[in-house]
């Protein structure tokens, strides 16, 4: 595979693991190897399509460029692509109509991040879940360890929760108790 792009990204992933210890999806992080280099959103897309056919397994993409993330959010992404928008994006009222527009055309997206403030009541249903890292999640910091989480009073969580950042069987069985659907990366520390 020789697509230009791929010169000027750094890659990485981690499997998104069900309760189940099933490998639902794979997410990919895209970095610009220079901070200054505008990428191509398209020509991402053309080498995602041709690694990870439409009709595979879901494929989260985590990319760690505004510049390139805010290309993405105008472009036609496959349906199995689904998009991480990070909380300080989401609760932006300038990228709604894109967030909306992707939403319409049954793309997926995936709130990273919990947000500072709530997001605006459009935008809201546009994430499937939301990506909460461990040491950020009030489900693990407060309440039983050994009980489902419950929202805090006035809280209302509309969608579920993926957790990020967990290094261990003890945090992602907790994570799993808490109500998660999902942890990205497999804790093999303790196997």
């Not at 290309?71 to 689904?82: N, R, T, V």
């Not at 459009?122 to 999640?137: Q, R, S």
Request: contains cysteine.
């Amino acid at each position: 595979m020789n697509h230009p792009i791929l010169g000027q990204t750094a890659l990485a992933y981690s499997p998104v693991i069900d309760r189940n210890r099933t490998v639902i999806a794979t997410r990919l992080t895209v970095m610009p190897l220079t901070q200054d280099t505008a990428l191509n959103a398209s020509a991402l897309l053309t080498v995602l399509a041709d690694t990870w056919p439409e009709g595979g397994q879901q494929l989260w993409l985590n990319v760690a460029s505004e510049s390139l993330l805010q290309d993405l959010l105008q472009a036609e992404i496959p349906g199995h692509i689904y998009i991480e928008v990070p909380a300080f994006m989401a609760i932006d009222a300038a990228n709604s109509a894109a967030l909306l527009a992707l939403h319409e055309r049954r793309n997926t997206l995936l709130l990273k991040g919990r947000p500072l403030q709530e997001l605006p009541r459009e935008v809201l249903p546009c994430f499937k879940h939301a990506l909460i890292d461990y040491t950020d999640d009030r489900r693990i910091q407060l309440g039983n360890p050994n009980q489902p989480s419950i929202a805090p009073e006035g809280t209302i969580r509309s969608i579920s929760h993926a957790q990020v950042g967990i290094t261990s069987i003890e945090e992602m069985e907790l994570s799993f108790r808490k109500g998660a659907i999902a942890v990205l990366g497999w804790p093999i520390d303790n196997v």
